[in-house]
């Protein structure tokens, strides 16, 4: 049996198009605001911003998900550690952060934010209350915006999973995507990209779409 080797196939890139929404509507849509504000003339908004969001959620929730697709918004995004996008701060895992690294991000959010009307966006693990930071910058994190990302349920990764198979022109069916969501990992990323390996390995061997060829694509190469 030919293998398929997932390794190679790349996870899609996060885009707010191809982010799972579920219950986190409404931080989804603030992300989209914040992209088009920061799209104005010269990097300076003109509307109404926010000037400090904070999400926070398990692992796997979505928060990586929406700081890179806001990254990815405008192509003059520098790929260092913490994100600089024209006039926003992107910082992720800020429960990680160093002594020096939170008087760093206090100060970004007390010069950029509170003064010259840009944005500070930040995620963790926990509410700002329960982050194990200096008090004051706990207290600034949790200043405007608060968002609690909430995991996706199964139904809402199967839907996901049928409405990504729907796109590439094939059916999916409840008998294939139950066993994807017990078997595979369960973030969304890993999800499509074992989509797409199916769907790919679908044509290399001609066949449809089915249980026995998923499970058939997971066996290791017999050479």
Not at 24 to 42: H, M
Request: charged share 20%.
């Amino acid at each position: 049996m030919k293998q398929l080797v997932l390794s190679l196939i790349p996870a899609p890139t996060p885009t707010f198009n191809n982010f799972v929404v579920g219950r986190n509507q409404e931080a989804l849509a603030t992300f989209k605001q914040l992209a088009l504000l920061s799209a104005s003339i010269g990097g300076r908004f003109q509307g109404i911003c926010p000037k400090v969001v904070y999400l926070w959620g398990v692992s796997g929730s979505g928060k990586s998900h929406l700081l890179s697709a806001l990254a990815g918004s405008k192509p003059s995004a520098t790929p260092a550690g913490d994100e600089v996008l024209s006039s926003i701060v992107i910082n992720d895992e800020v429960e990680r952060l160093d002594d020096a690294e939170q008087i760093e991000l206090f100060n970004a959010i007390n010069n950029r934010a509170l003064m010259l009307n840009s944005a500070v966006v930040v995620a963790g693990n926990v509410a700002p209350r329960d982050l194990p930071l200096r008090p004051e910058l706990t207290s600034r994190l949790g200043s405007d915006l608060v968002y609690q990302l909430h995991p996706l349920t199964d139904d809402d990764k199967a839907a996901a999973l049928n409405a990504h198979a729907a796109a590439r022109g094939f059916t999916l069916g409840d008998e294939v995507a139950n066993y994807l969501l017990r078997h595979s990992r369960r973030d969304m990323a890993s999800l499509m990209v074992m989509l797409d390996a199916l769907d790919q390995y679908s044509l290399e061997t001609s066949r449809e779409i089915t249980l026995p060829l998923l499970k058939q694509m997971s066996q290791p190469s017999l050479i």
